[in-house]
């Protein structure tokens, strides 16, 4: 017997020379896993994640692996998610565009901005600034939620009846809804 205090050497794993044909689509945990362990092709022989088709390629036309190939398409990822939501204050902040009765110049202007800084923000390109947002909620009554969420609530009656007039794609100056308005006036007089 040896008396104890040696150290064996560390032992120093390589990645096999096949583990650089690894797809890309395979997480980095996993990916990790299958360069230390040296098993590169340890999920091509996993029938859970396969699906042979007729061809015998696991139903993907180039035979790779197919893992992460079919994620739950109701599953929405953060950034579909973000996108999303940019795109919609980028439509709220057109209706709030147009209820001012402005162009994108104008706006620029009104907001002491730059016009492409407007147009960039009104086409989903950036996220608009909250200095700039609280500006424009200073000067017209606008609140974060209704720019941000979409939420009503805290708004002048007046102002969110007719951004909401603006999100169904009409304009409340149409004369349509100006009857509407004078047919209830008319009502509040004869209750009189």
């Given at each position: 017997m040896t008396s104890g205090n040696t150290?064996?050497?560390?032992?120093?794993r390589r990645a096999p020379r096949h583990a650089e044909r690894l797809p890309d689509d395979l997480p980095p945990a996993k990916r990790r896993k299958n360069l230390i362990d040296g098993h590169a092709d340890e999920f091509d022989s996993d029938p859970v994640h396969k699906q042979d088709d007729s061809n015998g390629n696991?139903?993907?036309p180039?035979?790779?692996n197919t893992l992460h190939?079919?994620?739950n398409p109701l599953r929405k990822t953060e950034a579909a998610m973000a996108e999303e939501m940019l795109?919609?204050?980028?439509?709220?902040?057109?209706?709030?565009r147009e209820e001012l009765k402005l162009s994108q110049d104008g706006m620029g202007e009104?907001?002491?901005i730059g016009r492409s800084r407007w147009l960039n923000w009104e086409r989903a390109i950036y996220y608009p600034s909250p200095v700039i947002m609280k500006r424009l909620c200073e000067y017209t009554g606008i609140t974060f939620d209704y720019i941000y969420r979409g939420v009503h609530a805290g708004l002048?009656?007046?102002l969110s009846v007719r951004l909401a007039i603006r999100e169904q794609g009409d304009d409340p100056d149409d004369p349509e809804f100006q009857d509407v308005?004078?047919?209830?006036?008319?009502?509040?007089k004869q209750d009189v």
């Open positions: 150290l064996a050497p560390p032992v120093v696991n139903g993907n180039r035979g790779q190939a079919n994620p795109k919609e204050i980028a439509t709220r902040l057109a209706i709030i009104y907001l002491h002048p009656r007046a308005r004078s047919s209830r006036a008319r009502r509040g």
